[in-house]
């Protein structure tokens, strides 16, 4: 199980409590190893192992950094506790014989919104994570020289640049896993936005190391190209950029291309397909911008119809996108009745429902036309309005609680929280804001705060966020 670093205890607990875990790994950290700490209380954990990223530095770095103290490390360790190097030391060196079978046997829980915003453990198997590589390798077409033809990405050739966070199913198959798998160079990039302006360091590292591959959200691409001093950087050792995560820009596209002679392809997936499943092609020619591409290789891809989802629709008609292929996950964990809302046979196969509305152009190209109705995208990540409503009910003082996305010129959108106040009471912005802070992750967090008399409810009083969209949108026009 890959869990946020970000997350606060609560969040990390129920995650430990769900998923069964006996065994946390975390960094000797002031904040990771404390926050470890409380989260590991009443759960089924067993043992904690506490890492360092002393031992996998050059001996003069580990000696000077821990001298200077600028590696970091907790303020103290509780009993009991395990350090990772002792448990290496004292391992036996013959490793024990393991019968896998990578088509049943999970590799990995991955927790998400699902399709509902209730956090669930998509269940994945080896299968999923080594055919989406396999995929991936056999779509890719590069120029790896000036003049020379496509070819499929080189072994032992390319450096991948790690902008997006590993424990992230984008980022751990599409760059870490797919590094690994193709003998690359990996740069590790913990803090995108780190330097003065930001986003300064993570270009000295493109002009220092020379990465060929990128895959990023389009934030990222934006920070690029807004960056002020971008003009005084060689960016032209980047090759091919995979975008995903939310939808590119046009423009934002052009300008890191001319900047960069690389080729940006946008492809969509999800942490419940491991999670890559349609690419554009990787070249300017065939590559269609506004689109997601086409099913990668062994993956069938339909639009079914929005009330049963069990109903194919002709092409060119909107309706709910829907992925069979070996990267789709085994299912939920422990959720046989949220697996029910969410396969379907169709044709004598097993297709998963995305949630996103789409459908087939006229030249096989898929298109997202809307989104999961709620979901926020802030940079990348996935916000679901009810985990944070959830929590935004917990303060004492608030009777109701809904939320939207809204937009915003760095992140794509930004969380925009409506409270409904208990009679009598009285609050801040800045109050709920710090609430927020201590009970949910950064990327999760309204920023915005509106205190309303009442909020739009339907006829059984459930809340309408789609009205309060609504009402953003016209702000916006």
Known sequence: MTCNPLYTANELNYQLNDAG?????????????????????ETGVETVVICSIKSYLPKVKAFLGGLLGKIPKADSHQPGHLFFDNVV??????????????????????????????PKGA?????????????????????HEPGAAPEKLRKNYHTYLGVLPFYHSFGMTVA?????????????IPDPRAGNPPFTE????????????????????????????????????????????????PEVCRQFEDQTGAVIFEGYGLSETAPVATSN???????????????????????L??????????????????????????????????????????DGKRYFLTGDIGHVDEDGYVLITDRKKDMILVGGFNVYPRDVEDILFQHPKVALAAVVGVPHEK???????????????????????????????????????????????????????????DEEREKTK
């Not at 870490?176 to 160079?185: E, F, G, Q, W």
């Not at 804001?433 to 459930?462: D, H, Q, T, W």
Request: charged content about 20%; aromatic content about 8%.
């Open 202 to 249: 993570v270009l000295n590292a493109v002009q220092k190391y020379k990465p060929t591959i990128m895959p990023a959200v389009p934030t990222i691409f934006v920070a690029f190209t807004n960056h002020p001093h971008v003009d005084q950087y060689d960016l032209t050792s980047l090759m091919g950029c995979f975008s995903g995560g939310a939808p590119l820009p």
């Open 411 to 469: 992140s794509g959108e930004t969380v925009k929280a409506y409270i409904q106040l208990k009679p009598g009471e009285t609050a801040t912005e800045e109050e709920i804001i710090e609430f927020c802070k201590e009970n949910m992750a950064g990327y999760k967090r309204p920023k915005i705060i509106e205190f309303r008399e009442s909020l739009p409810v339907s006829n059984v009083g459930k809340i309408l966020r789609r009205v309060l969209r």
């Open 21 to 41: 875990a006996k065994v946390v790994f975390c960094m000797d950290h002031p904040q990771f190893y404390p926050t470890t700490v409380e989260a590991v209380k």
């Open 305 to 346: 119809d929005l009330d049963t989802g069990s109903r194919e629709l002709p092409q060119g008609e909107d309706g709910e996108i829907a992925i069979c292929g070996p990267q789709v996950m085994q299912g939920y964990w422990n959720r046989p009745d949220e697996n029910e809302k969410v396969f379907r046979q169709v």
């Open 281 to 303: 092609p990787t070249n300017t020619v065939q590559r269609k911008i506004g689109t997601i591409g086409f099913p990668m290789p062994g993956t069938d891809i339909k639009v």
């Open 89 to 118: 030391a004292a391992a036996n060196p013959q490793p024990p014989a393991v019968d896998i079978n990578p088509v049943e046997d999970l590799a990995l829980i991955i927790y998400t919104g699902g399709t509902t915003g209730v």
């Open 176 to 188: 870490m896993l797919a590094a690994c798998s193709s003998a690359s160079k990996l740069v590790c």
């Open 123 to 143: 269940a994945l198997t080896h299968t999923n994570f080594t055919y989406d590589l396999a995929a991936l390798e056999e779509w890719g077409r590069l120029v």
